[in-house]
């Protein structure tokens, strides 16, 4: 029997209690009909390289789309973290007709990958249907967002929305956890997935086994008014060294969290801890975007007379957080070396306190340079 690649799935499901051959000639068996399936189906695209097959790139030839705006005023107000990552990706410099080319093969891409998730989708709940069990489906952009010229880059990397902007969309047989065609605009991370399927899987995840879990179930920001998390944050260490951010509904920032590029290594595991926290401001390469009036992150305010006391005290919530609220270092060269910090515990209470002085009323829009 010829199988296509994008069918191993549902040629799975179709071998429940059967042994079958791999298209890499290995001798498998199908899920075990009296239990119920945990699968994780990852498909590594939209990705470089935009590689669309013919059949959606025809469809996408002739689709008009508005390049996002971009001006080198941007670049100025970059710190040097932040200019690293727009000197390695840059395509401002392309012309009009290949920017939007490439805009339109990123869609295509995206679309012949709809297409094999819905495939997926609907192969699992016919076979769950089959089976008489309920079912949960929950589906993540797996890291990242894109930029499709915003910032003048294409890559992602960034502390921008275009780069930390994921999609979770969660489907379930129980329409009163999940309710069909709910959309919730909250503030949720990638750790709230590991909870999600673990309730999901009627795992009490409030019992203090599970209390070094970060995030919360899916299914009680949906329904419950009462989950507070004011803020979500990251931090990586790719492109241009360890940065960290935060952002509200209000305000994005940024920063660098290490004096150096370099991951972590014996013996200097959470070295220096609070040097993000203590060095001049410059050095730490801030970034802070007023989103109430800066929607699209163009103009980074964080070095400005008007708000460099509110980028500061930004600094000390996130520093606090990535480095002094259980931060772990770990030498994965090693078998086991590893630094705990903890001289902030208890940082990342979810909130945001910002004391009222600090916040520039909303409508400024050209905000002055401050000279450090």
Excluded: C
Aim: proline share 5%; charged share 25%.
């Amino acid at each position: 029997m010829s199988v296509k690649l994008r069918d191993l799935f549902a040629v799975s499901l179709a071998n429940t209690d059967n042994s079958y051959t791999t298209l890499a000639g290995r001798k498998v068996r199908g899920p075990d009909g009296s239990k119920p399936v945990f699968v994780n189906l990852g498909f590594h695209l939209p990705h470089t390289p935009v590689l669309p097959p013919k059949s959606f790139r025809d469809k996408f030839k002739n689709r008009q789309y508005q390049l996002p705006a971009f001006s080198a005023d941007e670049v100025a107000s970059f710190p040097t973290q932040l200019q690293q990552i727009y000197n390695e990706s840059k395509t401002d410099g392309m012309k009009d007709a290949d920017k939007l080319q490439a805009v339109r093969d990123y869609y295509a891409f995206t679309a012949f990958g709809d297409a094999l998730i819905g495939q997926a989708v609907d192969a699992f709940k016919a076979y769950s249907e089959q089976q008489g069990r309920e079912y949960l489906i929950v589906f993540t952009v797996g890291d990242h967002g894109w930029h499709l010229g915003e910032q003048g880059i294409m890559a992602k990397f960034g502390p921008w929305k275009q780069s930390l902007n994921g999609a979770v969309i969660v489907v379930s047989s129980d329409k009163e956890r999940f309710p069909a065609g709910k959309v919730v605009d909250d503030l949720v991370e990638y750790v709230d997935l590991a909870p999600t399927l673990m309730a999901g899987a009627n795992i009490n995840i409030q019992t203090p086994e599970y209390d070094y879990l970060d995030g919360v179930d899916l299914a009680m920001v949906a329904n419950d008014e009462t989950i507070q998390r004011d803020y979500i944050l990251g931090e990586m260490n790719l492109v241009s060294g360890h940065r960290a951010y935060l952002r509200t509904k209000d305000f994005a920032f940024s920063m660098r969290t290490r004096d150096r590029r370099e991951p972590a290594v014996t013996p200097y595991l959470n070295d220096d801890i609070t040097w993000a926290l203590t060095a001049h401001p410059l050095k730490v390469d801030l970034a802070l975007y007023d989103l109430r009036v800066d929607p699209l992150e163009r103009q980074n305010v964080a070095y400005t007379v008007e708000y460099i006391k509110l980028a500061e005290w930004f600094r000390q919530k996130l520093g606090r957080i990535v480095l002094g609220d259980g931060r772990v270092e770990m030498d994965w060269n090693t078998t086991n070396s590893y630094n705990i910090s903890n001289f902030a515990d208890g940082a990342d209470d979810k909130k945001i306190e910002i004391p009222e002085a600090l916040i520039p009323q909303p409508g400024m829009t050209n905000p002055q340079r401050f000279n450090l």
